[in-house]
């Protein structure tokens, strides 16, 4: 539906490759975001001991249930608004709604425990997860992902996969959270918003960022960079020095 950002994926031939990546067997119990019209939630079904299958809008919830067999279950709830670390499950694959691609992708990492996801985003939107320092996709999310899994593009889909036909084409991506995450940081709350800052005054050296919010010099050898030429690794570093200068002037 255009109002929940949702473009129904039409394409068979996509669903199958979405369930492959995944590997889904019947040990499995997968979590799917966003089914719309179930032809992804029916072939994860048919592998899968149980598919949960989280819907927005009521009549596409009221029309699954009528089509999809005893082993989904559909819930009719918008998904930023759910706890969802109380369902019980181990892979997540979805047709992403393109306008919630981020914050679904944060609440994932942060709320649940899973061994793979494979989910559909915007092109655009699946290389800001997948980029690196010094290029124009590389971002905040860029590296919280970093941080917190490895991921990869794994194929590309077609625009005329979807039906409303979206303006972008799509691919599929693969995210593996990590047993523990990348690097070490001393405040996870304090990372996220420390990132928040820096990004959004990306053109601005890293000094001048940090003088502006924190009021507080570092002379450190990266301090007259942007942020956007640090590796994830070296803003952990620089955000735990932040966080100690501050922290231990109070």
Known sequence: MRKWGQHFLVDSRIAQKEVAYADISHNDIVLEIGPGKGILTKLLAERAKKVIAIEIDRKLAEYLRTILPANVEIINADVMKLDLSEYQFNKVVSNLPFEISSPVTFKLLEETSFSKAVLIYQKEFARRL?????????????????????????????????????????????????????????????????????????????????RKEYGIHLDEEFYRKRIEQLYPREIGELCNLVFERITSNR
């Open 130 to 210: 997948v980029a690196k320092p010094n290029s124009k996709d590389y971002s905040r999310i860029s590296v919280v992902i970093d941080y917190k899994a490895k991921v990869r593009i794994l194929d590309t889909v077609p625009r005329n996969a979807f039906r409303p036909v979206p303006k972008v084409d799509g691919a599929i991506v693969e995210i593996i959270p990590r047993d523990k995450p990348a690097f070490h940081v001393d405040d996870e709350n304090f990372f996220y918003e420390f990132l928040k800052k820096c990004f959004s005054h990306r053109r601005k050296t890293i000094g001048t960022i940090i």
